[in-house]
C-alpha cells in the first residue's frame, strides 16, 4: 500500500476492544468536531481497500475533505494517542513511565515525602515485573533522595548498598541485551547464509556459538536473558540437523515460560509459538505423543487466553495452520488412519481464518493432507489438495513446501500408473529444482530415478532401481526433513516387496512400540 494509506492500515490493526475505546474516548479530544473525525473513521473502517475517491464522494461539500491529508493525519495521530492510554490501563511500562513523570514533578515541587512514597511503589512493580531499564532510572531517582536527606540530617540509606543494586541492574541489563541482539543477530545469520547452511556448510554457525556468553549459562539472571538462551540454542541446533538437542533446549524453553507464569502472562504468543515448534520437533525425534500433548496445550491456552474468536481472530489465525499441521502429522505417525472426520474438520477450521493470513501457511497443511490420502490409496483427493499449493498464482509459496509438493506429484502420477504425464511432470519438476537456490542430492536421485522408471517395463529392473534409490535415501537426511510426514522410504519399500504402503507403515509403527520408541 501506498504510503498515504497508513491511516487506512492503522484502522485495519485495530482490535474491536481498541476500536470501542476509541470512540468512547475521541470526543474529549475534537470537542465541537467529534461529528466530522468519527464520520471520518467509520467509512475508512468500512473500507477492504482503502480508496480516497469513495471519501471524497461520500462527504463532498464537506470542510474537511479541502484538506484531506491533513485530517487524515490528525485522526491518526488522534488514534495513537487515544490509543497509548489504552495500552497505559495495562502495560507495566506504562505505568512505570507514568510514574517517573510524576516523581519528576513531585521533586521539582520540594513534595520529597510524596516523591519518596511513590518511588517505593515504583521499584515494587519495576522489581516484580524484571523491568530493569526502569530500576536503573529509580535507583538513580533514589539517590537523588538521599542526598537531599543528606543536606536535611535525615541520612537513612546507604550509598554503598546503592552503588551495588546499581551496578548489579546495569549488569542484568547488558546480559539480557546481549542475548537479545544474539537472538537477533542468529535471525540474519541464518537467513543470509540459508543456502550454505542447507548444502551444509554449517562454519558461520559454529563461528556464531562459540560466543562465551553461550558457555556460561550463569549470566542469564534475567527471566528474558534466560528466554533468548532456550530460544538460541533450540534454533541453532534444529538448523545444524541435530534435532535431539533442538528439541532438549526448546522444551526447556517452554518448561521455563510454564514455570514462570507471569513471563508466559506477558508473552502470550512466545508462549504458543514456542509451544508449535516443539510440537514439531517432536516429530523430528520421534515422540509422536508428545505432539499431541503440544497441540492441548496451544488449544487450551487460545481457549483460556484468546477465548473471544471476534477479537482475537488475527491470532487464532496465526496458530490454526500449525495446530493442523500437528495433527496431521500426529494422525499419520501413528498411523491413525482413518480419522477422516477429524482431518475434514482440520481443513474447516483452517477455512475459517483463510482471509487473515497469507496463502502459503496453508501448503504445508495442504501437503500433509495430500500424504493422508495417499496413504489411504485416495489418490484423487490426494492430487488435489497437491494442486493447491502447485497452483499458486498470486503469491509466492515457501520454497521448501512448493518442493515437497513437486516431489510429491511425481509420486502420486507413478503410484496412478500416469507416465505420459509423469514424463512432462518430470521434466517441469527438474527445470524448477534446478532453478531454485539449491537442488538436493535427494531431489536429483528422485528425478533420476523418475526418468528411469518412465522409460522401464522390466519390473524385475524397476525393483532392482528401487533398491537402490532405498539404500542412497537412507544415506540422506534431507529427504526426510524436508518431505514432512511422507515416509518414502517405507513407500519405496512397499514397491518393491509389493506390500500395502498403509500396513509397511503400521507394521513399522508396531515395531517402533515394541522397541519402547515413537511413544
Not at 31 to 47: A, C, Q, R, S, T
Not at 125 to 140: G, P, R
Not at 243 to 257: G, I
Request: hydrophobic content about 35%; some cysteine.
Amino acid at each position: 500500500m501506498k504510503k498515504s494509506d497508513d491511516l487506512f492500515q492503522l484502522i485495519k490493526a485495530m482490535s474491536k476492544s481498541e476500536k470501542r475505546y476509541f470512540k468512547l474516548h475521541a470526543g474529549v479530544h475534537t470537542i465541537g468536531e467529534k461529528n466530522v473525525y468519527m464520520k471520518l473513521f467509520g467509512e475508512i473502517d468500512k473500507m477492504k481497500i482503502y480508496d480516497e475517491k469513495i471519501l471524497r464522494d461520500k462527504f463532498k461539500g464537506e470542510k474537511f475533505t479541502k484538506n484531506l491529508f491533513s485530517s487524515k493525519k490528525y485522526l491518526l495521530d488522534l488514534i495513537l494517542k487515544i490509543l497509548s492510554s489504552y495500552y497505559q490501563e495495562s502495560s507495566i511500562d506504562f505505568k512505570l513511565t507514568s510514574m517517573l513523570d510524576k516523581m519528576e514533578i513531585l521533586y521539582s515541587k520540594g513534595l520529597y515525602k510524596l516523591y519518596k512514597n511513590l518511588l517505593v511503589k515504583a521499584e515494587k512493580i519495576a522489581t516484580d515485573n524484571e523491568k530493569y531499564h526502569s530500576i536503573a532510572n529509580i535507583l538513580e531517582k533514589k539517590a537523588v533522595i538521599i542526598i537531599t536527606e543528606f543536606y536535611g540530617k535525615k541520612v537513612d540509606e546507604d550509598m554503598d548498598k546503592l552503588r551495588i543494586e546499581m551496578s548489579e541492574a546495569l549488569d542484568k541489563i547488558k546480559y539480557t541485551y546481549e542475548y537479545k541482539m544474539l537472538y537477533n543477530k542468529l535471525f540474519f545469520l541464518l537467513k543470509n547464509n540459508e543456502t550454505k547452511i542447507s548444502r551444509g556448510d554449517d562454519s558461520s554457525l559454529k563461528q556464531f556459538i562459540s560466543n562465551p556468553l553461550f558457555n556460561d549459562e550463569s549470566k542469564t539472571a534475567t527471566p528474558a536473558a534466560k528466554y533468548f538462551y532456550y530460544a538460541i540454542l533450540g534454533h541453532y541446533y534444529y538448523n545444524l540437523g541435530d534435532y535431539e538437542n533442538s528439541y532438549k533446549y526448546r522444551k526447556a524453553l517452554l518448561d521455563f515460560m510454564e514455570s514462570y507464569p507471569r513471563y508466559t502472562e506477558l508473552y502470550p504468543k512466545s508462549y504458543l509459538s514456542n509451544a508449535a515448534n516443539l510440537g514439531a520437533e517432536c516429530e523430528k525425534v520421534q515422540r509422536y505423543e508428545d505432539i499431541d500433548i503440544c497441540i492441548n496445550k496451544i488449544k487450551s491456552f487460545l481457549n483460556k487466553r484468546y477465548a473471544n474468536h471476534k477479537d482475537y481472530k488475527d491470532t487464532w489465525a496465526k496458530l490454526i495452520a500449525a495446530l493442523c499441521e500437528l495433527k496431521l502429522t500426529y494422525y499419520i505417525r501413528t498411523c491413525r488412519f482413518d480419522e477422516f472426520e477429524d482431518v475434514k474438520k482440520i481443513l474447516d477450521d483452517l477455512d475459517k481464518y483463510s482471509d487473515q493470513y497469507n496463502e502459503p501457511r496453508k501448503i504445508v497443511v495442504y501437503n500433509a493432507v495430500s500424504c493422508y490420502y495417499f496413504i489411504n490409496k485416495d489418490y484423487s483427493s490426494a492430487l488435489g489438495y497437491l494442486n493447491k499449493t502447485l497452483n499458486y498464482m498470486n503469491t509466492r509459496p515457501e520454497e521448501s513446501g512448493y518442493s515437497a509438493a513437486r516431489i510429491m506429484n511425481l509420486i502420486i502420477h507413478f503410484e496412478m500408473g500416469n507416465y505420459d504425464l509423469l514424463e512432462y511432470t518430470i521434466k517441469s519438476t527438474k527445470n524448477y529444482l534446478l532453478k531454485k537456490n539449491t537442488f538436493y542430492t535427494f531431489e536429483k536421485l528422485l528425478i533420476n530415478f523418475f526418468i528411469d522408471a518412465a522409460n522401464t517395463n522390466d519390473a524385475k529392473k524397476l525393483s532392482g532401481k528401487l533398491e537402490i534409490l532405498r539404500d542412497e535415501l537412507e544415506k540422506d537426511g534431507k529427504c526426510k526433513s524436508l518431505l514432512g510426514a511422507f515416509d518414502i522410504i517405507s513407500w519405496i519399500e512397499s514397491k518393491i516387496n509389493k506390500k500395502d504402503f498403509k500396513m509397511v507403515l503400521k507394521e513399522k509403527r508396531k515395531l517402533q512400540l515394541e522397541s519402547g520408541k515413537g511413544n
